[in-house]
């Protein structure tokens, strides 16, 4: 038996800037396990390119293996993918990301792709500050292996075999400061009002990107004991902040003292309500950042929402001067200067 989408749209359903409804922005039918976290990443994945207007076909999103890495399948149906081999999904967006700077490039991973067999190519995209979004949809288990713990599972977390994790966990947004990302953050699938905007956020980011999401494998990893079970990360979850994401209009300014909220009014008539983030804190500071998620970590507590970000980032492109057009759109005459310039590059080098 097979299942598709119907091709119908209501004509009253909303539409965005460039006269979208939501389902261009939506792609297969899941075939993951109901109630899976996964799946609610996708649908705010869908919802933040519908709401930010992003042409789906200037798109390209990328993969490895996992549970996590099949996520691309069910969204943006309309935009160029590429599914990787086991972690090796940054090389591939970099190759991709170098011969065309124009497309929006949005990786997706999950914890075993990127903090055990592709760690290595974890880093080194961190590094570069390739201009990338890259989730993380974590588990904490291999689900598409029957829920062997992971690099990232919580130490003392209790699997559903009953057994206790005996090893500390990688923190991908600790490492990721480390490394000098100049945007993270982290967030939890159920968490839709707060993960749709980090998203929206990290895609208008110029640099590299990485949200870690926490979502519960509902098979493998939603048991007592658990640190990655919804009812665990529900109790123990801390935000930095109430946030939301606006779009470049004219600027919108608003004063208001620490620990109070302020309602404000945005371009398109809705309103939002800024709340001061914790005492101490500063998004800004990476010191700040790591300093914080390790005090709510000694709590058995998850500290989300945008942790760091840098405003002025230099990416990949900035550091090693490329050309500004996309490679297939360059002429013969760009693409061989001639003999004098070849000359010229070569005594460059003597």
Same mark, same amino acid.
């Given at each position: 038996m097979t299942y598709q989408k119907p091709n119908f749209r209501h004509p009253l359903a909303p539409t965005?800037?460039?006269?979208?409804?939501?389902?261009?922005? #939506?792609?297969?039918?899941?075939?993951?396990?109901?109630?899976?976290? @996964?799946?609610?990443?996708?649908? %705010?994945?869908?919802? %933040?390119? $519908?709401?930010?207007?992003?042409?789906?076909? +200037? &798109?390209?999103?990328? /993969?490895?293996?996992?549970? /996590?890495? +099949?996520?691309?399948?069910? $969204?943006?149906?309309?935009?160029?993918? $590429?599914?990787? &081999? @086991?972690?090796?999904?940054?090389?591939?967006?970099?190759?991709?990301?170098?011969?065309?700077?124009d497309l929006t490039y949005i990786g997706v991973s999950g914890d075993g792709d990127s903090a055990s067999i592709g760690l290595g190519q974890f880093a080194h995209v961190v590094r570069r500050n390739l201009n990338m979004l890259y989730i993380v949809e974590n588990n904490g288990c291999y689900g598409l292996t029957k829920g062997q713990n992971s690099a990232t599972t919580d130490l003392g977390s209790i699997s559903k075999s009953g057994n206790a994790n005996k090893f500390s966990p990688i923190d991908l947004c600790n490492l990721s400061m480390q490394l000098g990302a100049t945007f993270v953050a982290r967030s939890f699938s159920g968490d839709k009002d707060q993960l749709v905007p980090l998203i929206k956020a990290a895609m208008s980011h110029r640099g590299f990107a990485f949200i870690d999401v926490i979502s519960p494998c509902v098979t493998f990893n939603n048991n007592p004991g658990s640190k990655k079970s919804y009812d665990f990360v529900r109790e123990h979850q801390e935000a930095t902040s109430n946030i939301d994401f606006v779009p470049m209009q004219q #600027?919108?300014?608003? !004063?208001?003292? %620490?620990?109070?909220? !302020? #309602? &404000?009014?945005?371009?398109?008539?809705? &309103?939002? @309500?800024?709340? +001061?983030?914790?005492?101490? $804190?500063?998004? @800004?500071?990476?010191?700040?950042?790591?300093?914080?998620? +390790?005090?709510? !970590?000694?709590?058995d507590e998850i500290l989300t929402g945008l942790l760091y970000v840098d405003t002025d980032p230099v990416d990949l492109h900035d550091v090693i001067n490329t050309n500004s057009k996309p490679l297939n759109s360059l002429t013969k005459e760009e693409l061989c200067p001639g003999n004098k310039t070849l000359q010229s590059i070569n005594e460059s080098l003597r």
């Open positions: 965005n800037n460039l006269g979208l409804s939501r389902r261009e922005y #939506e792609g297969a039918l899941s075939t993951l396990c109901a109630g899976c976290g @996964h799946d609610s990443i996708s649908n %705010a994945i869908i919802t %933040a390119c $519908f709401e930010n207007s992003i042409e789906p076909h +200037k &798109v390209a999103k990328l /993969s490895g293996i996992g549970c /996590s890495s +099949k996520t691309p399948t069910y $969204f943006l149906g309309n935009s160029h993918g $590429f599914n990787t &081999v @086991h972690g090796r999904m940054p090389s591939v967006t970099t190759g991709a990301n170098m011969a065309n700077r #600027e919108i300014t608003t !004063q208001y003292d %620490a620990g109070t909220t !302020q #309602e &404000v009014t945005l371009h398109d008539g809705s &309103v939002i @309500h800024l709340h +001061k983030p914790i005492d101490g $804190f500063d998004i @800004h500071n990476p010191r700040t950042a790591m300093r914080a998620m +390790k005090d709510h !970590q000694e709590r």
